[in-house]
Nanobody, 127 residues
Framework: QVQLVESGGGLVQAGGSLRLSCAAS????????MGWFRQAPGKGREVVAA????????YYADSVKGRFNISRDNAENTVYLQMNSLKPEDTAVYYC????????????????????WGQGTQVTVSS
């Protein structure tokens, strides 16, 4: 049974930073595609960042490029999302997800490509 547990969300002022964590069990993240997604109220779930393994080229949504960074600690089987220069429009529930195989191209940012999801963590950015 694969489980993903996110933590690190909270309330922060615009311009601030947060680091989200996603602790995985039941699947080794070092060889798994991992992604961070977010869903704002009334909107669909969208990819924020995703890559296939540590050191792999990472896909970032245009809206977060240069501000967010995904990283992994393979020893802890944990993936992180460092979020800097936060904006009110970053307010959303953030989810981590894992896929059963390496993803390429557009499949990397489709929600249907991922088979396990965390419960989500709320990030609220005040102006």
């Amino acid at each position: 049974q694969v489980q993903l547990v996110e933590s690190g969300g909270g309330l922060v002022q615009a311009g601030g930073s947060l680091r989200l964590s996603c602790a995985a069990s039941g699947r080794t993240i070092s060889t798994s595609t991992m992604g961070w997604f977010r869903q704002a109220p009334g909107k669909g779930r969208e990819v924020v960042a995703a890559n296939r393994w540590s050191g792999d080229t990472t896909y970032y949504a245009d809206s977060v490029k240069g501000r967010f960074n995904i990283s992994r600690d393979n020893a802890e089987n944990t993936v992180y999302l460092q979020m800097n220069s936060l904006k009110p429009e970053d307010t959303a529930v953030y989810y981590c997800a894992t896929a059963p195989r390496p993803l390429y191209g557009s499949s990397l940012y489709r929600t249907t490509s991922y088979d396990y999801w965390g419960q989500g963590t709320q990030v609220t950015v005040s102006s």
